[in-house]
């Protein structure tokens, strides 16, 4: 039995409000019915989410009731969907220990726990002791979210930090690793999560967010000491700029890492000199952007300087490493992007991309000799796992497809044999020769090829009637991996075709493919999405009406325009956490990630073309009086990144303009952030609510019990 969503008789939808604010920027004058939306108190709302103003919270609380009297039917179904999802996680699954020194360090999980543990075992094998339990940390907290746990070098301390707002202000604690107590002294608060610890072992480096949730300032935290008495090292004048640190390849530097979408500057702090202070590599230069990895008095250097758009590795003398000195190691190659690389005593490995396709490549820094790992599927994730170690020739890599579970290898550099260490375990039952992997690629309208990976069962027939899900993200550079998902399987299993499209502004094919979606030639993204759509269509994979699409963030902006502009192919339209309120928020420069951003889709307060070029595509600016397909937006209260606001003011202007379609949902997550619910079984909730809406969408979903 199905149920369409024309025979539900849900609550009425709630209107909100119409409150105009008038504004002119440019000569142009705009009027914001909704603005009222975003409480003026959001500051604090991110530390503490019960100071929400009363009426917004309201409003919140009747969307997300109405959302339920819609979707409730579907109840039983997310409960068989999260079984399904759940049934599909090894419970007690442990990654592979990674050495370092006399130990080996790893994360695992207990049945039926939450959160991970972070233990060690002696190196060659012994007891496992367990340094962190999350789940006995987040009991009490509605959310918790741990961070980076990094220990000492010298093994008796782990650095640790949480978060238990879903707002990314992250508290740091120590813990002695023989008592398992952590220290009532070196406590720091509202940082970024981030540690780095001195060659010493008793102090270590952090990056503190200003009161407008900024990485700007670097600092040095000597242990027992409070914070008021720690020692700011760094600070970024600029408020476009983000500040984060690492520890070098070797170990022997924390670096100073910052930048924006465009430009980026490194400094380096000597670790056996707490004291030290920061040196600077290479000034910055607008459009330049390098990141580094020591090896004795060398740096190497990925970078896209002198014109290499797709990035290439260049070296430099450590006691002369200004722009000046750079000499290419491997250079600039067009069509074949350098994603990054990792440095080892003995090799340099990087990870190319061609044609939305990764390969290793591994480099023997005395004879110069290279090869390449190499897999044969039609489309696949690969990445390196990183190493504690640097003076090692063994390097771990993991692999997936999209019919392929998680498979991790350790790969001697040397000998080139390949040790399989650990491979995804589905207790329900997995068979890859059950599922199809593969790729077609779409013609976009201005001729540009767009590759898109597809999921679907072995028994699937392309007659175009089956629903399909098709994902987009296309933003900052990132790549779309055609990785493993146990979860999409129970969409899968129900007949729905699985497709990633690996549109512009994505990295995909290149730093090119990016550039060619970003400021004002964003609507490519768009572009690009439906155009991925109609190819589907035009295989045979499905239909008009049947198709429901799916993105989060910037994602989410990608559906709020694609609603816009092609709503007529789609059944239905999920966008999480969506950045769809771009033009109002990049207006704001005292919102966290305002100034930073502007180098990606342009600063509309000094720039009256930019102010026209985003005004033309955002997707809360541009809703029109016309039919829409139905819509779930989810957002989070104390969301620092994308504000709850702008999923809030686009359903509201949806409901007041649209002419038919929908119906239009927002749900929001009143005790988490940008990631959702904490918690690996939580997060299934949320995940098992957009599958009900998708099959509600093309009318699959099951009729209540």
């Not at 429901?548 to 092609?566: F, I, K, P, T």
Request: hydrophobic fraction near 40%; include cysteine; charge should be negative.
């Amino acid at each position: 039995m199905t149920q369409s969503r024309d025979q539900l008789t849900p609550l009425a939808a709630p209107v909100a409000p119409r409150r105009p604010h008038a504004f002119t920027t440019h000569g142009i004058t705009l009027t914001d019915d909704y603005a009222w939306l975003k409480d003026p108190n959001w500051q604090e709302v991110l530390r503490d989410p019960t100071v929400l103003d009363p009426d917004i919270r309201s409003y919140l609380e009747a969307e997300n009731a109405y959302t339920e009297s819609l979707l409730g039917h579907t109840g039983a179904l997310q409960k068989t969907l999260v079984a399904e999802m759940r049934a599909r996680i090894k419970e007690d699954d442990s990654s592979v220990p990674s050495p370092d020194g006399a130990y080996a360090y790893f994360r695992k999980f207990r049945e039926g726990g939450q959160h991970p543990m972070y233990c060690r075992t002696p190196r060659d094998g012994g007891e496992v002791v367990t340094i962190l339990d999350g789940d006995q940390l987040a009991a009490g907290h509605d959310y918790f979210r741990l961070n980076q746990v990094r220990h000492s070098n010298d093994h008796t301390r782990s650095a640790w930090a949480a978060d238990t707002k879903g707002s990314e202000y992250f508290t740091l604690r120590v813990r002695d690793i023989a008592s398992g107590e952590d220290s009532a002294i070196d406590v720091i608060e509202q940082t970024d999560g981030g540690v780095v610890w001195a060659a010493d072992s008793q102090a270590f480096f952090y990056v503190k967010l200003d009161d407008n949730h900024r990485p700007m300032q670097v600092w040095r935290h000597r242990l027992g000491t409070p914070q008021a008495d720690d020692v700011l090292v760094y600070e970024e004048k600029d408020f476009g700029w983000f500040t984060h640190i690492h520890e070098s390849a070797s170990g022997r530097f924390c670096v100073i890492a910052g930048g924006d979408h465009e430009t980026s500057e490194q400094w380096l702090i000597d670790l056996s000199d707490a004291a030290a202070t920061p040196r600077l590599v290479a000034a910055r230069t607008e459009g330049v952007q390098y990141s580094i990895a020591d090896r004795g008095d060398q740096l190497f250097i990925l970078t896209n300087a002198d014109d290499a758009l797709d990035f290439k590795i260049v070296t430099a003398p450590l006691a002369a490493p200004a722009r000046g000195n750079w000499r290419d190691l491997i250079p600039h190659r067009a069509g074949v992007y350098v994603d990054d690389f990792d440095l080892f005593a003995g090799h340099l490995v990087r990870l190319e991309r061609a044609n939305a396709l990764p390969s290793i490549v591994i480099r023997d820094l005395t004879s110069g000799e290279e090869h390449a790992i190499g897999f044969d599927e039609a489309a696949y994730s690969l990445g390196t796992l990183g190493s504690y170690e640097f003076d090692t020739t063994s390097l771990r890599i993991s692999y997936s497809s999209m019919t392929t579970p998680s498979e991790v290898y350790d790969y001697d550099m040397t000998t080139r044999a390949r040790l399989l260490r650990k491979r995804e375990e589905i207790p329900s039952g997995h068979n890859p020769a059950d599922y199809v992997t593969t790729r077609i690629i779409a013609t976009a309208p201005d001729g540009a090829a767009v590759p898109v990976s597809i999921l679907h069962a072995k028994n699937l027939k392309r007659d175009g009637t089956a629903p399909l899900l098709l994902y987009g993200y296309g933003s900052y550079g990132m790549e779309m991996p055609a990785s493993f998902s146990a979860n999409r399987l129970s969409l899968v299993d129900r007949g729905f075709v699985y497709a990633i499209a690996h549109i512009r502004g994505g990295a995909d094919k290149g730093w090119g493919w990016y550039l060619d979606g970003k400021r004002e030639k964003k609507t490519n993204s768009f572009d690009d999405f439906a155009a991925s759509a109609r190819a589907l269509i035009a295989a045979n994979y499905t239909s008009e009406k049947r198709i429901v699409g799916h993105g989060g963030s910037a994602g989410g902006m990608l559906m709020g325009a694609v609603a816009n502009r092609a709503g007529e192919l789609f059944a239905g339209i999920v966008a999480e956490v969506p950045f769809v309120d771009v033009l109002n928020t990049m207006l704001d420069d005292t919102l966290p990630l305002t100034p930073p951003e502007w180098p990606e889709w342009g600063n509309p307060i000094e720039s009256e073309a930019d102010f026209k070029t985003i005004l033309s595509y955002s997707p809360y600016d541009n809703v029109a009086a016309k039919t829409y397909p139905a819509i779930l937006a989810m957002g989070g209260l104390s969301d620092p990144r994308v504000t709850y606001w702008e999923p809030a003011k686009w359903i509201a202007r949806l409901r007041a303009t649209m002419t038919g379609g929908g119906p239009v949902l927002l749900r929001t997550n009143m005790g988490a952030g940008h990631g959702g619910a904490s918690g690996r079984f939580n997060r299934l909730d949320e995940v098992a609510i957009v599958y009900a809406f998708a099959l509600w969408a093309v009318g699959l979903a099951e009729q209540p019990a």
